[in-house]
């Protein structure tokens, strides 16, 4: 599953731009971003459902609203192809500063060719795809054909594009016309993928057809078969999903060596990017530790606190089982929940430090089935005799040493 943090970044105009971004709940193998399409926002269902299902696979995604659109700040009216991409380029940027640069650039209708225009500017960006892009920026003129005397006479006007009003100007149609994105594609020296759909009658199956002739190899093609324009059938963008982040494997950067540790052994590592992500192996098993967003941390995974509290709870669950399995006890399911405090050590009447701080560990145990009074009573003071309370509650030494670094 992927987990999603609200963003926001400086747009083309000054304000800031609404952004969502879905990252794995493992390692971040790379980082993806997308531009979605004309008047569309980073909340289309299609966006939403590549980005997450990308994000599934270790890549990270970035979607965001451009410049008046959606949640973002800004007059769309001023905004054109032009500031799209200015747009794009500083949310690359923005990614760039929280150390996960754009390692891919995707694009849907118009948004494809903004990233073909801009990847240009965006040097660590390995690869480009888009989905269902025209291979004319002009081609969004289409769109709102019938009102295009009255914006060139009158210098704007209102259209209904998808059941919305938007103000278009004729500043816009004299940018989309000065565009010239086939010199962009020829000169792009990085792979390409287009994926469209055979009957999007948005933007027709052409457009592909003459942005891959002008592309240089590596390059490929896949057809979306019967999707529609917008990818609106779950299936069509979760395949999309699937497809690019297989394609997309081969040019990114490599997944990190897997930490190895022997049946008997816990080896915790670094893990790339963030502040504080620690990847852990205990023996065969892979775990992930990290601190909070409140302390500066990307919430990866349980804080250090919590796999203590986890192996404490743990050990306490299977003490209990064991002991009522071999009394043959009526016990169906054990519950443990643990908080972890730090108490003055004043508020403490049993404690032996008398100043300072202690740390308090509090055991909520629920014990569901048909036992009585006696055999709970029991089960209690068992609870306190698992390895790992009775490890915590001894003289415990830890010694620390430095290993030669080949």
Known sequence: MARTERLEFPGSSGGLLAARFDRPIGPIRSTALFAHCFTCSKDLGAVSRIARALADRGIAVLRFDFTGLGHSEGEFASTN???NVEDLVLAATALRERGTPADLLIGHSLGGAAVLAAASRIPE?????????????AHVEKLF???????????????????????IRRQLLDDLRAQTLPRAIETLRRPLLVMHSPLDATVGIENASQIFQAAKHPKSFISLDAADHLLSKKEDSTYAAEVLA???????????DPIEAAPDEVVVRQAMPGRFPQDIAAGPH?????????????????????????????????TIQMYAKRKEWPLDEVEVRLHHDKIHATDCAECETETGKIDLIRKEIALHGAL???????????????????????????????????
């Open 81 to 83: 192809f032009s500031s």
């Open 125 to 137: 960006a390995r690869a480009i795809a888009t989905l269902g892009a025209p291979a004319d920026p």
């Open 145 to 167: 054909a019938h009102d295009h005397e009255k914006i060139v006479r009158e210098g704007e006007a209102e259209v209904e594009l998808a059941g919305r009003h938007f103000t």
């Open 246 to 256: 297989a394609w997309a494997s081969r040019f990114l950067p490599p997944v990190e």
């Open 286 to 318: 892979r775990l992930r530790a990290d601190e909070p967003l409140s302390v500066g941390g990307d919430d990866t995974g349980p804080t250090p606190y919590g796999l203590l509290l986890a192996s404490l709870g743990a050990c306490t669950s299977m």
């Open 372 to 406: 009585d009074e006696a055999q709970r009573a029991r089960l209690l003071e068992i609870a306190d005799r698992c390895p790992v309370h009775r490890t915590l509650h001894s003289e415990i030494r830890v010694e620390t040493e430095l290993t030669p670094i080949e």
